[in-house]
Nanobody, 124 residues
Framework: QVRLAESGGGLVQAGGSLRLSCAAS????????RAWFRQAPGKEREFVAG????????RYADSVKGRFTISRDDAKNMVYLQMNSLKREDTAVYYC?????????????????WGQGTQVTVSS
């Protein structure tokens, strides 16, 4: 069983930054893709960013390109999401997920483990 736990969410003003962390525990798969998704109130869950094993491949949603950066530390079983230049529309619950795909996919159906989520609220 793999357990994922997000942290680092909070309230921030527009233009500010936050760094989300995702810790994996239990039976971890070193060679796995990790990703961040988010879900805003009344909206469907959407892909934000993903990173392949070893960090060689990354993928971003168009809405966050140039502002968000995903990274990972496999020695610590950690994945991070650095979010800069935050906008009100970035407000959502952010989820960490794990997939066995080689490259990060943007479909949540390809991810088999999920964290509980962390709230990010961006105020104007």
């Amino acid at each position: 069983q793999v357990r994922l736990a997000e942290s680092g969410g909070g309230l921030v003003q527009a233009g500010g930054s936050l760094r989300l962390s995702c810790a994996a525990s239990g039976r971890t798969f070193s060679k796995s893709t990790r990703a961040w998704f988010r879900q805003a109130p009344g909206k469907e869950r959407e892909f934000v960013a993903g990173i392949s094993w070893g960090g060689a491949g990354t993928r971003y949603a168009d809405s966050v390109k140039g502002r968000f950066t995903i990274s990972r530390d496999d020695a610590k079983n950690m994945v991070y999401l650095q979010m800069n230049s935050l906008k009100r529309e970035d407000t959502a619950v952010y989820y960490c997920a794990r997939s066995s795909t080689i490259l990060p996919a943007d479909s949540g159906r390809l991810y088999d483990y999920w964290g509980q989520g962390t709230q990010v609220t961006v105020s104007s």
